[in-house]
Nanobody, 121 residues
Framework: QVQLVESGGGLVRPGGSLRLSCAAS????????MGWYREAPGKLRELVAS???????NFADSVRDRFTISSDNAKNTVYLQMNSLKPEDTAVYYC???????????????WGQGTQVTVST
């Protein structure tokens, strides 16, 4: 089994910045991709940003010019740097990872517990 532990959420003013982190631990042979999703009140969970083991990235159009995603493969950790935050960024942010536990095992998606990000005056 794999556990994802998120940190860095909280309350921030519009225009401010916040940095989220997510560390994976447990039975890990290889991590193919990690990413961040968010779920705002009354809306479906959506992809915010993702990064692969080859360092290719994807972003939602709404955050492309404001957020950056990075990873530390040695620590099995992914980061989301959020700048110029807006009230509409308010959501629960969930870490996700695609993990292969053994050399011959399947690739399984895991979710973190989520961390609240609130952008408000």
């Amino acid at each position: 089994q794999v556990q994802l532990v998120e940190s860095g959420g909280g309350l921030v003013r519009p225009g401010g910045s916040l940095r989220l982190s997510c560390a994976a631990s447990g039975r890990i042979f290889s991590i193919y991709a990690m990413g961040w999703y968010r779920e705002a009140p009354g809306k479906l969970r959506e992809l915010v940003a993702s990064i692969t083991s080859a360092d290719s990235t994807n972003f939602a159009d709404s955050v492309r010019d404001r957020f950056t995603i990075s990873s530390d493969n040695a620590k099995n950790t992914v980061y989301l740097q959020m700048n110029s935050l807006k009230p509409e960024d308010t959501a629960v942010y969930y870490c996700n990872a695609a993990v292969q536990g053994t050399p011959v095992g399947p690739v399984v998606r895991y979710w973190g517990q989520g961390t609240q990000v609130t952008v408000s005056t």
